[in-house]
């Protein structure tokens, strides 16, 4: 069955840097995008980064542009999310999905598969 298991959060102080892992199992990784997602307490999931297949394309919210660096690794089938100049409103539960076939960096009802989550916490 398919699995998505997230790992990299932690705390860090304002400026610093994080790297979020996913490594995915039950499927055949590198056919399918997948999204990184994150969620402050009372907020809604919003989406932050995506990559395709194969690397061609790759999206960022406005909030990640130039500070957030999506990435992967089909050999291993992780997918990684690198921030860096974190702020303090980066906080909260990062979450990586494989979204149905037309809903890579799509809403968050796009995506029949989540994992657990890693919590960020930037002070």
């Known amino acids: 069955h398919v699995q998505l298991v997230e790992s990299g959060g932690g705390s860090v102080q304002a400026g610093g840097s994080l790297r979020l892992s996913c490594a995915a199992s039950?499927?055949?990784?590198?056919?399918?995008?997948m999204g990184w997602f994150r969620q402050a307490p009372g907020k809604e999931r919003e989406g932050v980064a995506a990559?395709?297949?194969?690397?061609?394309?790759?999206y960022y919210a406005d909030s990640a542009k130039g500070r957030f660096t999506v990435s992967q690794d089909n050999a291993s089938s992780t997918v990684y999310l690198q921030l860096n100049g974190a702020k303090p409103e980066d906080t909260g539960m990062y979450y990586c999905?494989?979204?149905?076939?037309?809903?890579?960096?799509?809403?968050?009802?796009?995506?029949?598969?989540w994992g657990q989550g890693t919590q960020v916490t930037v002070s």
């Open positions: 999905g494989i979204p149905t076939p037309i809903g890579c960096a799509k809403r968050p009802t796009s995506y029949p598969y």
């Open positions: 039950g499927y055949t990784y590198s056919r399918y995008c």
């Open positions: 990559i395709w297949p194969g690397d061609t394309r790759k």
